[in-house]
């Protein structure tokens, strides 16, 4: 099983062993599966995503109510929350190997934890994924820079919508 995100840890994996087989016999894909709390209110949140094509609200519908059934009957949480499902978006996290395997040649931006060399974040084209944990990137200027994943907060595709 792929690695979840980095919140709601071992509630994350169950519910990500429960919608996988419904996401499959969809034809969608987990993207990352993140259980959080936000104030008062603790929130599983399951990102799907389609190949070479945008998700819809009815595939958001369509994983929602078996995804929903699926968690009442196992009945894996304490906690009263909400269920949600949707797209990771365009500007999306990259969490796991295939994520950053499947956009090298493609923007991203980085940002560090802390200032690295004088640089808290920046943009450029991902060239190449090392392993687990260490990524390749050519930056805006034209600089090639090799990225600890570790010493990063995110990093994220990136379109730059002023290119029209």
Known sequence: MPKTGKKG???????????KPIADSLGLTIWDVVFEKEG??????V???KE????????CESMTRPLSKALD???????????EVGSP???RALLREEHFRKYIGEKIRVR???ETQGVKEFAGL????GGKNEITVETNQGTVIEVKLSDTAYVKLHYDFSDG
């Open 89 to 91: 978006g365009l500007e």
């Open 9 to 19: 840890g071992s509630t994350a994996e169950l519910a990500y062993k429960l919608a």
């Open 47 to 49: 990102y799907i995503d």
């Open 73 to 83: 009957e196992a009945d894996p949480i304490e906690q009263n929350y909400t269920l």
């Open 40 to 45: 008062a209110y603790w929130f599983l949140r």
């Open 126 to 129: 991902l060239k190449e994924f």
């Open 112 to 114: 560090y934890i802390r």
């Open 52 to 59: 070479n094509e945008p998700v819809s609200m009815d595939d």
